[in-house]
């Protein structure tokens, strides 16, 4: 007879921009685990709160609307405007919202056969004893051209020193706040992508990931 089946959680966590989602989306392929990106979660109360007409700075009100939150149904086309992300690095500063979605996200990574979270505190606060945690970093600078790529790639106008200062202003507010600040993990593996392309990123990652886990 078998055991209980051993569940497998990677952590990944790291800046805007810095490619946690590209190399999380492409992890779970590779080791078949589920993958939550955790931003959503933050960007899907933003979003229900602007929809509503609600204000973004009344805790009790984002608390309901993220005890309410089904995982199940986030949308990242819908979820994915500037607008939106703003809005969620504001209401990430509310402990009661943070308390809400960390249980939801911590039930997602108790499924078999393991889960790949991606945000900016799965291996310090949602799951600290997962066996492999990555920080994904790159400068603001490649960070905010990396994204004025991808604005420009898909019809729409950037301005590289607008994007440049959100992210260094999302930066600010993610590592500063008194909950859940953004930082790496004592146990966690840096990756600097600042001189990598996607794949190369992809490569380093699975040869730490595949060294953790004796392969
Ligand atoms: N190593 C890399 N080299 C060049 N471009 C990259 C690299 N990694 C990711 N990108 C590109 O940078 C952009 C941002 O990547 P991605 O959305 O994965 O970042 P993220 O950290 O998940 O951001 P956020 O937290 O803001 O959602 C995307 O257009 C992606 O294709
Ligand atoms: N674990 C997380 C994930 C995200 N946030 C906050 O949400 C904002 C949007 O996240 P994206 O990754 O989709 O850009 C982000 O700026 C954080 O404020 C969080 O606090 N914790």
Aim: with cysteine; net charge negative.
């Amino acid at each position: 007879m078998s055991g209980p089946q051993k569940i497998m959680a990677i952590a990944i966590d790291g800046p805007a921009a810095s490619g946690k989602g590209t190399l999380a989306r492409r992890l779970a392929a590779k080791y078949g685990l589920h993958h939550l990106d955790t931003g959503l979660t933050y960007r899907a109360v933003a979003k229900a709160l602007l929809d509503k007409g609600l204000p973004l700075d009344d805790e009790a009100v984002a608390e309901r609307e993220a005890r309410t939150l089904d995982l199940s149904r986030l949308d990242r086309e819908l979820l994915s405007t500037h607008e939106v992300g703003e809005a969620a690095s504001r209401v990430a500063v509310m402990p009661g919202v943070r308390r809400a979605l960390v249980e939801k996200q911590r039930a997602f990574a108790a499924m078999p056969p393991g889960a790949i979270l991606d945000g900016r505190d799965i291996g310090t606060v949602v799951c600290p004893d997962a066996p492999v945690k990555l920080y994904v970093t790159a400068s603001a600078a490649v960070r905010a051209e990396r994204r004025w790529k991808e604005v420009v790639e898909q019809g729409g106008r950037a301005e590289y020193a607008q994007i440049l200062a959100d992210v260094e202003r999302r930066d600010a507010r993610d590592m500063g706040r008194a909950d859940s600040p953004l930082r790496p993990a004592d146990d966690a593996h840096l990756l600097d992508t600042s001189e990598m392309d996607i794949e190369t990123a992809f490569q380093a990652a699975c040869a730490y990931i595949d060294a953790a886990f004796g392969r």
